[in-house]
C-alpha cells in the first residue's frame, strides 16, 4: 500500500492520479520495465548530503547525479551520496529506499533535474518496492515546490567500447 501520508496529501490537494502495482524490483531499470513505464519517465529519489544537510535530489531513471555541477551549483566541495544508515531512519513509513519524492513531508529541501520538468507526467516509488504513483508533472511542481537545476547526464556507451562514457543530458 502507497505510504498513507502521501495518500492523504495528494486526496487533500485534489490531486489525480494512479497507482501501479507491479512485482518486487528493487533498481529503477527493473522498475520501469516491470512497470512499462518509460527511463524519463521514471523519477528517482536520491539522497545527497549538502554540507552535512539531507537532501531530496529526484531525476529521471535513466539518468545520473552529476556531483561536480551540485558543487557549482551550490559553492560547497561538501556535496556527496548519503548512506542507506544516514537516511533510513527519517522515513519510518516507507521501505529502505522506495521514498517518493516528496522532501516537505519529510522536512527536506528537494532539488529536481531540469531534465525531468520536460515530462507531461512522472512515475515513483509510493514508499515500497512493489507500488508506483503516477501523477502529472505540474501537480508534483506545485505541491513540492521543489529546487530545479541542471545536474544530470545520461550514460552512453559507444559500439564496441566496454568503458563507460557519459555526455550532458541538454
Known sequence: MPVKKLIHFLDDNQVKYITIRHSSAFTTQEIAAKAHISGKELA?????KIQGKMAMAVLPASLIIDFESLKKIFGTSNVMLATENEFKNRFPDCELGAMPPFGNLYDMEVYVAETLTGEKEIAFNAGSHVELIKLSYKDYQRLVKPRIFKFS???????GDPSERWEEEL
Not at 528517482?44 to 545527497?48: A, C, D, G, Q, S
Request: charged share 15%; proline share 17%.
Open 44 to 48: 528517482k529519489t536520491v539522497m545527497i
Open 153 to 159: 547526464w545520461k550514460p552512453v556507451s559507444l559500439p
